[in-house]
């Protein structure tokens, strides 16, 4: 007869010295986890709740322009300086930490339009309305300039007039080259006071431009006869153009996957398009109630930022057809530039009111140092909420955002009017020979033509 | 990642023929920790969604496969056994000669205490089995730590106590005494009289709600929230006195056996029951759930003992032969059942979780003298807890208990800031009353359209007579100057209980839709002759 009783010693189910961490053991039996989902549930909506009690995205504003920013260019050798210029030909290197400004680069004499700094941090390129692009030596930042008490004001290395105003400018990735749009499409070397190559469709200004992270020698523009062009600097004429029924205002390519590009439309939508197929757009991005103005893409690859004329600075995912975040406070008025930190974790937006505002990429993050049982503890939130959102309680918790006034009532005249064109779209359907009435996707409702 | 599963079906198909007998049983263990079906991705259309489950659902799987392998090679103990050679019968074993096979720690379990004075004792175990009050019915309290024979409180109420629980730990028990519930605190203290409910006759704690439970003397179930102490529920059962309740651990619904031999399961939201079943032809002397909540046995006083199976409400199984005045599923799922001073322990002695066949596993007789009370297995030990006329016992159960606890859920060695911890835990997670349903598996699941659940006939039938009753136990203000006459007093009456029955509409009407009726449209014979020009022509 064999028999054995369970028994269990004190002294093995306990520690030893009480210096020693507790003993813990575990049993994954589902069966000793009694309405296991339940608790799970509950969790789920306890986690939303707290997301939502610790959201405070809003960390400080920087103030210093007399007017309002027009643009903001990111330094990607240094995370914590930012630049910025107004529209009265103000530059300013910012220090993110202490929100204040480190040094001034005058000299423009009208709205500055276009900021950007080499791949190396070394050189600043501005251009405005004055027709005049301005190189400038960006000082490296030393131990002592974290105390920033003195501001100093920068001469211009070199000083390029030209014969029309400028609206854009952008720096090849590492290159010697950088690009300007006015007029027409032009290309500069540092060196040159004239620029080296210039390109020309029809007589419409080119309004913005854009280098391609991946490959140096491709750049996308955006012009005033609503049309995205992507040129190639080896070939001598676009390589990829398609007119769509509204303008674009800003284009963004994506850092991880350097083929897809999203560009920042008057209509209120950004469209993501993959470049070696432009005659359909890949995702609409549609939340914004007015023009967008700028997007600018995470370093991640997975998200960008948008400013739009609607005073609001939205967060989308980069397959998402609907935002994930809306900031927005009573003071911020129309968003003219927005930029994502280097370390994805700040979002920056310059706007009408002369500030520039920092927020929190996630609002609800934690900043600082973690330590690693918190950090199991967010992430353990963060995925019994995930699993949970669809229903209904979960859902109206994460969902939930104050949208102020103008924004709400105008997202419901939109709904409104979209709900009567579908309708009669569908009684046209309803009433004529089946095949006739045929509705062209989202995706390729906007663009008219593929042209070339 | 190809590459590696590629290897992988390599090798298992060389693996010898042991190793492949263990993998049937590491498929088994999968499947627990899968916890049912997966979703079946076929249908849907969504491609984006598609893959996103897809992948998820291949991350169950892997994490389903280690858990398995956690529990063959990873966790600390092994469940006891009893096991006889040759033709020796395993309920001939008796209590002695467990003691001679068995260590020392675990003998210091068998043990008989005596207290021949306090009357029939019940008991209640915590839930990681460290800790026992036990209540004798002339007042006597004990709480006592099991670990170290340690008798940390007794009191002596002097009132008749007809039940003890404990609640969420150790800290707190409720005693049902002579005309009302009272609940202490670890050292002995009242800290509070539930006096809305009566004279309690059962009273049981649903640990992850929160709620305390109680029938009374006259057939009443009150739900009570301990953490803030509102009553939350209280139910007219309309059948009558009754002192068999039961909670079901895996869904926290509430058993009553009645004497007419149904049993009715409860919920705190809905004045019905959920479920009633009839179960023996004379009256239900008692009802345990199995911890996994398809099992449940009944016994009644024709001397049948049967065994239900609560996804189908079947009866599976029948046991003749004697009246269970108690019973007690153990975590392994052997069932106690007590009579008189006999304690018989039925195993299942089918090894599949589909069919159940419960046999004779151990038996013990006590001293005559001994009526037994309770019979409570305790968690994680392989020991039974015997309440009885004559104080309490306690017998070793080989194979009963869960060898393998989990610090997280119940931890028998727990210190102070641990219990405080979990503490706090626990009231985090605690759940609402409305989530105590029949199949639990569905909190989460996507419901198909239905806003608002429709409930039952029978359940607005209850709730009208819940409301009616209120409307007419409600007392009215009593007027002065000559405006308090009772022919208007009870016109006031009359008025309200017809407000509370007018938000019942009436049930027949729903199907034929009432149409207007013109005048004359049914045939003109109906009309007086005065208002035949009134009637349409057709």
């Known amino acids: ?452 | 990642m190809e590459l590696s599963s590629e290897d992988n079906n390599l090798t298992e198909k060389f693996l010898p023929p042991i190793e492949q007998e263990s993998d049937v049983e590491l498929e088994t263990k999968v499947k627990k920790y899968l916890r049912g079906e997966g979703a079946n991705l076929e249908t849907l259309k969504d491609k984006k969604l598609k893959t996103q489950l897809a992948s998820r659902e291949k991350l169950y799987g892997k994490s389903a496969k280690t858990a398995a392998k956690i529990e063959k090679w990873l966790l600390p103990a092994e469940a006891g056994y009893l096991e006889t050679d040759g033709l020796e019968k395993t309920w001939r074993v008796k209590q002695t000669d467990i003691a001679n096979e068995v260590d020392l720690l675990s003998s210091r379990n068998q043990y008989d205490i005596v207290l021949p004075d306090f009357g029939p004792y019940k008991l209640d175990f915590t839930a990681s089995g460290r800790h026992m009050i036990a209540g004798g019915r002339k007042g006597h309290l004990a709480l006592v730590d099991m670990m170290s024979m340690n008798l940390i409180k007794e009191i002596q109420v002097k009132e008749t106590v007809r039940d003890v629980a404990f609640l969420h730990n150790e800290q707190f028990f409720a005693a049902a005494q002579k005309k009302y519930a009272y609940i202490y605190g670890r050292d002995g203290t009242e800290l509070h009289c539930l006096k809305e409910r009566g004279p309690v006759a059962r009273l049981r704690f649903l640990k992850n709600h929160f709620l305390l439970a109680s029938v009374n003397k006259s057939g009443q179930l009150h739900y009570q929230d301990v953490t803030y102490g509102g009553m939350v529920a209280s139910i007219r059962t309309g059948k009558g006195r009754t002192d068999v309740m039961e909670v079901n651990p895996y869904n926290g619904v509430v058993a009553l056996g009645h004497s007419g031999g149904t049993v009715t399961m409860w919920k705190p939201t809905s004045q019905a029951p959920l479920v009633q079943m009839q179960c023996h032809p004379g009256p239900v002397s008692s009802v345990a759930f199995h911890p996994n909540g398809h099992l449940m046995a009944t016994s009644g006083k024709e001397r049948k003992l049967k065994i239900w199976d609560l996804r189908k409400f079947e009866e599976i199984q029948t046991i003749h032969g004697f009246h269970a005045k108690t019973l007690s599923f153990s975590q392994k799922g052997l069932l106690a059942a007590g009579t008189g001073s006999f304690v018989q322990i039925l195993g299942d002695s089918s090894g599949s979780s589909s069919s159940h066949n419960y046999s004779r596993y151990m038996n013990h007789s006590m001293v005559k003298g001994y009526q037994i009370e309770k019979l409570m297995f305790r968690p994680y030990e392989d020991v039974i807890g015997i309440g009885h006329s004559m104080g309490w016992s306690s017998i070793l159960i080989p194979g009963s208990g869960e060898p393998n606890f989990d610090s997280w859920v119940a931890n028998p060695f727990e210190t102070s800031k641990q219990r405080r911890e979990k503490e706090v835990h626990l009231l985090l997670d605690k759940l609402p009353p409305e989530t105590i349903m029949l199949d639990p598996s569905k909190i989460g699941a996507m419901k198909p359209s239905r806003r608002k659940e429709k409930p039952s006939r029978g359940e607005i039938e209850a709730e009208k007579e819940v409301a009616i009753e209120a409307a007419k136990s409600t007392e009215l203000k009593k007027k002065t100057k000559g405006r308090n006459k009772p022919s208007k007093r009870t016109k006031k009456k009359k008025e309200m209980v017809e407000n509370a029955k007018r938000t019942f509409p009436e049930q027949g009407h729903n199907n034929t839709a009432s149409k207007k009726r013109r005048i004359g449209e049914d045939a003109a014979a109906e009309l007086p002759a005065s208002l035949k020009r009134f009637a349409r022509k057709n």
């Open chain 1, 1 to 452: 007869m064999k028999i054995k009783t369970l028994s269990r010693p004190v002294d093995e189910y306990t520690r030893e010295r009480s210096q020693d961490l507790q003993v813990v053991f575990h049993n994954f039996d589902p069966s000793l986890r009694p309405m296991e989902k339940a608790v799970e549930y509950k969790r789920a909506l306890t986690a939303a709740k707290l997301e939502k009690i610790f959201a405070r995205p809003f960390v400080g504003a920087m103030d210093g322009h007399r007017d309002g920013v027009s643009c903001m260019a990111k330094n990607p050798n240094y995370l914590k300086g930012i630049f910025s210029a107004s529209m009265d030909g103000d530059i300013r290197l910012w220090d993110i930490s202490s929100r204040r400004t480190v040094c001034q680069f005058p000299g423009h004499q009208g709205a500055v339009r276009g900021l950007t700094v080499s791949t190396d941090g070394n050189v600043l390129v501005s251009c405005g309305t004055d027709c005049t692009v301005r190189l400038w030596k960006v000082p490296r930042p030393t131990l002592e300039d974290s105390s920033v008490s003195s501001e100093n004001f920068i001469e211009p290395a070199a000083e390029y007039v030209w014969k029309n105003a400028f609206w854009a400018v952008d720096h090849q990735f590492e290159g010697e080259l950088f690009a300007t749009a006015g007029a027409q499409l032009e290309i500069w070397n540092h060196n040159r006071a004239s620029p080296v190559q210039s390109f020309q469709w029809g007589t419409d200004s080119v309004i913005s431009v854009r280098f391609n992270p991946g490959e140096p020698d491709i750049l996308a523009t955006s012009a005033s006869d609503r049309s995205i062009t992507i040129y190639d600097l080896r070939m001598s004429s676009a390589a990829r153009r398609i007119i769509m029924m509204t303008k674009t205002n800003s284009i963004a390519w994506n850092p991880m996957e350097p083929m897809n590009l999203t560009a920042a439309n008057e209509d209120g939508s950004c469209y993501s398009f993959d470049g070696r197929k432009m005659d359909e757009a890949k995702c609409v991005h549609k939340d914004h109630v007015s023009a967008v103005m700028d997007i600018d893409f995470s370093p991640t690859g997975r998200e960008f930022v948008t400013g739009s004329y609607d005073r609001s600075v939205r967060i989308f995912p980069y397959n998402g057809g609907h935002s994930r975040e809306i900031y927005h406070t009573k003071r911020m008025q129309r968003v003219f530039c927005v930029k994502y930190s280097c370390d994805a974790t700040y979002v920056l937006s310059g706007s009408d009111d002369t500030n520039l505002r920092l927020w929190k990429a996630k609002a609800s993050e934690q900043l600082g140092v973690i330590l690693p049982r918190e950090q199991k503890k967010h992430e353990y939130n963060e995925a019994v909420k995930n699993r949970y959102k669809h229903l209904p309680e979960v859902k109206r918790i994460v969902r939930h955002r104050h949208l102020p006034k103008p924004i709400y009532k105008a997202l419901g005249i939109i709904r409104t009017v979209n709900d009567s064109k579908r309708r009669k779209e569908d009684r046209r359907r309803a009433h004529s020979a089946p095949g006739t009435i045929v509705t062209k996707p989202l995706r390729q409702r906007r663009i008219i033509k593929e042209v070339e």
